[in-house]
C-alpha cells in the first residue's frame, strides 16, 4: 500500500503562486505513474498533471506554461509549482499514485482570489 499526504495548499490572489508537496510513504518501489488532480466544487475531479516513472509529463491544457511538476531523487515527493494563479484554479488538489491501483491523498484547498 501507499500512503500520501499533501502540503503547502492555501489562499493567495490571482497572479501569485503556491507549491504544493506529496509525500508518499509505504511501497513506493511499486509507484509507476504519480499526478496532480483537482475538484471544483459542483465539478468533477480532473487531470492537473501526471509524470510517470521515467519522467515523461502529460499536463491539461488549462495549465501548461503555468504548473510545473517536479519530484526529488528517491521519487517519493512529489511538488506541484503553480505559477500565475487564477480564480479558476480554485479547487481541492488532490496527489494520485498508481501502484496497481490508484491511491489518494486527502487534499489541499487552494483558492485563488480575484
Known amino acids: 500500500q501507499v500512503q500520501l499526504v499533501e502540503s503547502g495548499g492555501g489562499l493567495v490572489q490571482a497572479g501569485a503562486s503556491l507549491r504544493l508537496s506529496c509525500a508518499a510513504s509505504?511501497?513506493?518501489?511499486?509507484?509507476?505513474?504519480m499526478g496532480w488532480y483537482r475538484q471544483a466544487p459542483g465539478k468533477e475531479r480532473d487531470m492537473v498533471v501526471v509524470i510517470t516513472k521515467s519522467g515523461n509529463t502529460i499536463y491539461a491544457n488549462s495549465v501548461k506554461g503555468r504548473f510545473i511538476v517536479s519530484r526529488d531523487n528517491a521519487k517519493t515527493t512529489l511538488y506541484l509549482q503553480m505559477n500565475s494563479l487564477k480564480p479558476e484554479d480554485t479547487a481541492v488538489y488532490y496527489c494520485?499514485?498508481?501502484?496497481?491501483?490508484?491511491?489518494w491523498g486527502q487534499g489541499t484547498q487552494v483558492t485563488v482570489s480575484s
Open positions: 494520485a499514485a498508481v501502484c496497481g491501483v490508484t491511491y
Open positions: 509505504g511501497d513506493t518501489a511499486c509507484i509507476s505513474t
